[in-house]
């Protein structure tokens, strides 16, 4: 077992050392089929006692302030680049993604990410003194404070274990809440490492812990915390949905995706094609917001699908060597083969066109072929439901408005595109698509612009992560309204009532509210 392996077998085996639910998970290399590492499937005890020790180490990182926590994160950001070949082998081993995969959009991610949360906190959680109109509180100090909501539950996903699973972790402990990550079994181990560099960095103990385990024990720790973190399925996100209501906590849920790009006949195709071709096939197309569906006007779709299906044929796909050796990586969840394969099947059998790939790659490991679908409509899979794989359907359209009719025809409303040269025209098209984000021209960008909210319409999800509001849902509300010293010793409203004083503030609001015109 190599260096990074045995390192991690050493943190999993000493790993919170608390009641396991059932048997150990074993962690397999899904571009080997080998087990690189066994963890502990903790149960709902386990994850009870956690929860008590993040409560406990909650207060002391509070008290740290923005400054000491900030301090601890940039540190952490550091941590990342010095370690980011371990980071990055870890991931790699885990997910079967490729180097360049797991370095720019989970380094590059993570190490921007630690940052602009440490800078950033400070702003967006700052107290605001309000201004207010109303007359009732005149010289009273009125001011609106964000408070860390105590105890953060973050659930995530395989397809990015760095970005998606920890990266949410990032704002909640910048708030100064204490957090417990339950990454996905199948990719548990960049969670624990990055735990591992945190402590090195000076995070209090119990600030951060990883619940490893199965769907029970995500089930487990939604029953415990003060506020749930989700990215997943649509199916799963439901549930925890269901249950954050029943215990009347918020949540917050980046679910699954159906990315439409739509391609105008004056859009720079050879530009539209290499975006077509790189995201969606970037991460083996497992990304919520790879391009999984593109609509092209007539007269440049001949154009555009030789264009895509001469670059897609030239990628190289299979078990990532080091830099620089396959442009496609593995297929990480097991489950998600079948469902790549029954919607090219699917379509094919509904009368689409492979123009190239279209099949799964004989093992070791687990490959699906770069693969472009033509003459595709909307009655097949391909089309409508989420692929999460290296598929790319292609649908030729009349116009403009059959493009934008097509793509918000889905139940899902994550990201989108548009390409044209006009950028006026496209960004009154983006204006008009069913999506939490669009990209004029490019795709995928906006998840790098933290500023920006990075959250789903429709079945997507609810709420966002980025921007002011990806941090101050980590947080509550609390009004603040502070009377000074020299007041009067009681209010003109208050008792006992007199019928002169009534008409008083009658006359008043009169005064107020009853002036101008009326229609
Ligand atoms: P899930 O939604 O099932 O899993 C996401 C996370 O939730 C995992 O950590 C999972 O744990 C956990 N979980 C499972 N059941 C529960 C539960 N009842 N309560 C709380 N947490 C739970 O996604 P999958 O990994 O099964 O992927 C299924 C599909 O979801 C994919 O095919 C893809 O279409 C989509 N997907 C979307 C992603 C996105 O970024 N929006 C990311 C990944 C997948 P465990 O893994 O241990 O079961």
């Known amino acids: 077992m190599a260096t990074v392996e045995q390192h991690l077998q050493d943190l999993t085996q000493t ?50 302030g923005f400054e000491g926590r900030a301090r601890v994160l940039l540190r952490a950001q550091k941590w990342l680049m010095d370690n980011a070949e371990q980071v990055v082998s870890t991931i790699v081993s885990e997910t079967g993604k490729t180097f360049e995969d797991a370095s720019l959009a989970e380094i590059g991610y993570a190490g921007n990410a630690f940052g602009f949360w440490a800078k950033r906190a400070p702003n967006y959680l700052a107290d605001e003194r309000v201004k207010t109109s109303q007359k009732l509180v005149l010289g009273k100090k009125i001011i609106l404070r964000y408070r860390p909501l105590g105890l953060i539950g973050v659930i995530g996903p395989w397809n990015y274990p760095l970005t998606n699973s920890f990266g949410d972790c990032i704002p909640a402990l910048a708030a100064g809440n204490s957090v417990i990550l339950k990454p996905s079994e199948i990719t548990p181990l960049t969670s624990l490492l990055m735990a591992e560099g945190l402590r090195e960095c000076g995070l209090p103990e119990n600030v951060l812990q990883i619940a490893t385990g199965r769907g029970e024990t995500g089930a487990a720790l939604v029953e415990e915390v003060d506020m749930i973190m989700f990215t997943g399925s649509t199916r799963t996100g439901r549930k925890v949905a269901e249950t954050a209501a029943r215990r009347l906590i918020p949540a917050s849920l980046e679910l699954g995706g159906k990315d439409p790009m739509l391609v105008l006949s004056d859009a720079d195709v050879e530009r539209a094609a290499n975006f077509a071709t790189y995201y969606s096939m970037q991460n083996a197309g497992q990304t919520c ?126 990201g989108a595109s ?102």
Request: one cysteine or more.
């Open 15 to 64: 790993h919170n050392g608390a009641a396991h639910a059932g048997e150990d998970i074993p962690v397999e290399n899904p571009a080997t089929g080998e087990i690189v590492a066994t963890v502990p499937d903790l149960g709902a005890d386990a994850v009870a006692e956690m929860a008590a020790q993040a409560r406990a180490a909650q207060p002391g990182w509070e008290a740290f």
């Open 289 to 414: 917001i790879s391009i999984e569906r593109v609509y092209v006007e007539e007269p440049v779709y001949d154009d555009f699908v030789a264009k895509v299906a001469e670059k897609v044929r030239a990628l190289r796909v299979g078990k990532p060597e080091g830099p620089g050796s396959v442009e496609v990586g593995a297929i990480t969840f097991p489950p998600q083969m079948e469902t790549i394969k029954d919607h090219v099947a699917d379509a094919v059998q509904k009368g689409a066109r492979v123009l190239t790939g279209g099949s799964e790659v004989q093992g070791p490991g687990r490959f699906f072929e770069p693969t472009v679908l033509v003459d595709v409509d909307h009655s097949m899979k391909c089309m409508t439901e989420e692929t999460f794989g290296p598929t790319l359907p292609i649908m030729k359209v009349r116009d403009a408005e059959e493009a934008v009719r097509l793509a918000n025809d889905s139940p899902y409303g994550l």
């Open 418 to 519: 548009v390409f044209s040269r006009d950028t006026e025209r496209g960004e009154a098209i983006a204006r008009r698509l069913e999506a939490g984000a669009a990209n004029v021209n490019d795709a995928m960008i906006n998840y790098t612009v933290l500023e920006l909210p990075m959250g789903g319409a429709k079945a997507s999800g609810l709420g966002s992560r980025h921007g002011a509001g990806g941090i101050r849902k980590y947080c509550s509300q609390q009004a603040i309204v502070v009377t000074p010293k020299l007041a009067m010793k009681k209010e003109v409203f208050m008792y006992p009532y007199k019928s002169r004083t009534s008409r008083l503030l009658a006359g008043f609001f009169k005064l107020l509210y009853g002036r101008g015109k009326r229609d």
